[in-house]
């Protein structure tokens, strides 16, 4: 029997899905709907001081749309909640009287002042919230402020904020981190010094959607002017993979809780996340794309690929992709692969041979005895992927790893020992080592 239950920090919900701190968590009437929907928690829209920000009365989201007019990435300049304080913490107790059995997490932002931390954090906890989460990822109009990005992007004051909430709260700390940095890992173990006890991340990616060309203005833009936004959706993705990859494989952070965000639209979204150690997902675009009911397909679609893979709980895969999870340099240099090709499948588009004959190692070729037809050479053959990568028919072309004999392009017997650069020849550093 599969068991999707989540317990993250303690905070115990029916399954790891919640919505993320953004415009779907703003208030009770949509918290409500997401509960009802089957969601196991939310994380609020971030709570602010009094008097609240003000937000434009005019375009706040952009969109970038695939061929069929998917939205595949998102746009969104709107600011954290526009609500008083007192309303947004007399709402969120009573949805925690309502629905006990659901996370329910409180993002937070206030000027880096301790006195500003230590006077909102009682407030919060007074409504039986199960936890906050520190918002140090707003790219756009909070960081302006010295606040959301502007803190995240400094590991001193990650640590420093989180050590304030933690000395002055009983409730999980859970830090949010901003993508917008060389290196996420800085921040995270300043987090982790703080005594944060989880991170969440990745926030959304700074970016301008578009320009719009007859007004020579940023699009969307309010009475012709625009501005930078967050970036978030499916396009970022595998950007918010790397970063939880990152965390979780680091020494210094490794086993630090990671609450996964980042264009999660699918149950198999949410997998791969846990897969490189995330204990849980947040989700919000494909929330304000497609509805609350897609968790309903979230939660069956996960649990129905537990059970063909014999997981019985959340934990008997959560990490486990972790270890394979690499740098360049430790790759094994004696892994041979070739390209084939179906020909029952190929539907003679020749898009594979146009980029590998334009782009990379001329190794298709493109008629048989005067007809299209497309084969790869296995003497040109690198094994790049890029044609499994354009072909439009899924599993037409495939990577298939040769193991014994010689390598028709190099000419060299194929070696089944492991072997990486750290121990090349033609590394000058393997020498030094030695």
Known sequence: MVDIRNDFLGIKSPNPFWLASAPPTDRIVNVTRAFKAGWGGVVWKTLGEDPPIVNVNGPRYG???????????????????????????????????????????????????????????????????????LNFGCPHGMSERGMGSAVGQVPEYVEMVARWCKQNTRMPVIVKLTPNITDVRFAARAAKRGGADAVSLINTVNSIMGVDLDAMAPSPHTDGKGTHGGYCGPAVKPIALHMVADIARDPETAGLPISAIGGITTWKDAAEFMALGAGNVQVCTAAMTYGFKIVEEMKAGLAHWMESKGYERL?????????????????????????????????????????????????????????????????????????????????????????????????????????????????????AAE
């Open 315 to 431: 934990e008997d895969f959560i990490g486990k992709a972790v270890p394979n999870v690499t740098d360049w340099q430790f790759l094994n240099l004696n892994y041979v692969a070739k390209a084939r090709i179906d020909q029952d499948l190929c539907i003679k588009c020749g898009r594979c041979h146009i980029v590998c004959e334009d782009t990379s190692h001329q190794a298709i070729t493109a008629t048989k005895n005067g007809e299209r037809w497309f084969e790869v050479q296995d003497d040109e053959c690198v094994g790049c992927n890029l044609c499994v990568s354009v072909c439009p028919v899924e599993n037409c072309i495939t990577m298939e790893q040769l193991t014994e004999g010689v390598d028709p392009r190099t000419g060299r017997p194929i070696d089944p020992t492991y072997a990486n650069w750290t121990t090349h020849p033609n590394n000058p550093m393997s020498k």
């Open 63 to 133: 969109a970038i749309h695939g061929a069929d007019r998917r939205l595949i990435g998102f746009n969104n300049i709107e600011l954290i909640s526009d609500r008083t304080l007192q309303e947004n913490l007399r709402e969120i107790k009573q949805v925690k009287r309502d629905w006990p059995d659901r996370a329910v997490v409180v993002s937070l932002m206030v000027p880096c002042e301790e006195a500003s931390w230590k006077a909102v954090l009682p407030l919060v906890e007074e409504t039986g919230a199960d936890g906050i989460e």
